[in-house]
């Protein structure tokens, strides 16, 4: 069986940057197992797998699809950038013909458009609501050590803990943090959190800065490290930057070592646009 896959470098416009995804095109379902075993050979954050709803649907023709994702160990309800990197795919080497795309998920509904030279997701949009430092003081510690805190949040939709670092720091002390992931997954044993977010207001509006908001995401307790730029963080941090800025329209940057931009905009239906670019950066086939 040949399943034609690509990778994807999301969230830029450069290639070797923002967060690579793999893509798999399905024509018919894979036996279960599959997944996991594919998405760990690909070793990739996350690989995703588009698959046909009915036989005669068509990748350049049918504008609903159904769409898992994976990391190297585990399935995931939500992620941004495998779902950009998907409609990438779909958009720019199946030349779909549609306006928009509808991916089903474990999230519901998902919606991507093309608006030039970006893709935008429709994401919904999770709330994070203020945590007792005293209970996770422990893992804030492991990932931020002795930097100064302003705000501890939880999402529990998402199981995201979002850490604030103080105003006081630049961008470049958020690039500087050196985060143990094995530390982060050995202090926090009990499975309440499934990701780390690292958070830093930007300063927007000045002559060299044009970022609202900074971050960086660490997800060990599902097999990755350090994410480079994860749409689905941002379907927190979103809501948390919204409320403290007094802003609808944003635009983020994650950075991690190889970065990445987000555009974001909160719709009044109570959902998230979350646009970014995307490069194609590998095609061939898959052979199992």
């Avoid at 609501?129 to 002795?146: C, R, S, T």
């Avoid at 963080?233 to 994650?254: D, N």
Wanted: hydrophobic residues 40%; negative net charge; proline residues 3%.
């Amino acid at each position: 069986m040949q399943v034609p896959t690509f990778t994807v470098d999301a969230f830029t416009d450069e290639p070797f940057h923002g967060n690579p995804a793999a893509v798999c095109l399905l024509e018919d379902e894979l036996e279960e197992g599959w997944h996991q075993k594919i998405a760990m050979e690909m070793k990739l954050s996350e690989t995703a797998f588009v698959r046909k709803l009915h036989p005669t649907d068509n990748f350049t023709k049918s504008s609903r699809f159904g769409l898992r994702w994976f990391t190297p160990t585990n399935e995931v309800r939500l992620c941004g950038h495998a779902t950009l990197a998907s409609a990438a795919v779909l958009f720019r080497k199946k030349k779909n013909m549609n306006s928009s795309l509808t991916f089903i998920t474990l999230s519901g509904e998902l919606n991507a458009r093309q608006a030039g030279g970006q893709i935008i997701l429709d994401l919904p949009l999770y709330s994070a609501y203020p945590q007792d430092l005293q209970e996770v003081e422990e893992l804030v510690k492991a990932a931020v050590g002795n930097m100064n805190v302003q705000d501890v949040r939880y999402s529990p939709d998402t199981e995201k803990l979002l850490v604030r670092l103080s105003d006081a720091y630049e961008r470049s002390d958020l690039e500087k943090l050196n985060v143990n992931a094995q530390e982060l997954l050995w202090t926090e044993m009990a499975r309440k959190v499934a990701g780390l977010i690292v958070t830093l207001k930007g300063k927007a509006g000045g002559k060299l800065e044009r970022y609202d908001f900074y971050s960086r995401y660490f997800a060990p307790w599902n097999g990755v490290s350090e994410d480079p730029v994860t749409g689905s963080a941002h379907a927190v941090l979103s809501s948390y930057w919204s409320q403290q800025l007094g802003k609808k329209e944003m635009c983020a940057f994650q950075c991690s070592a190889r970065g990445g931009e987000l555009k974001i905009l909160l719709r009044d239906d109570g959902r998230v646009d979350v646009g970014g670019q995307a490069v194609l950066v590998l095609e061939g086939s898959l052979t199992i």
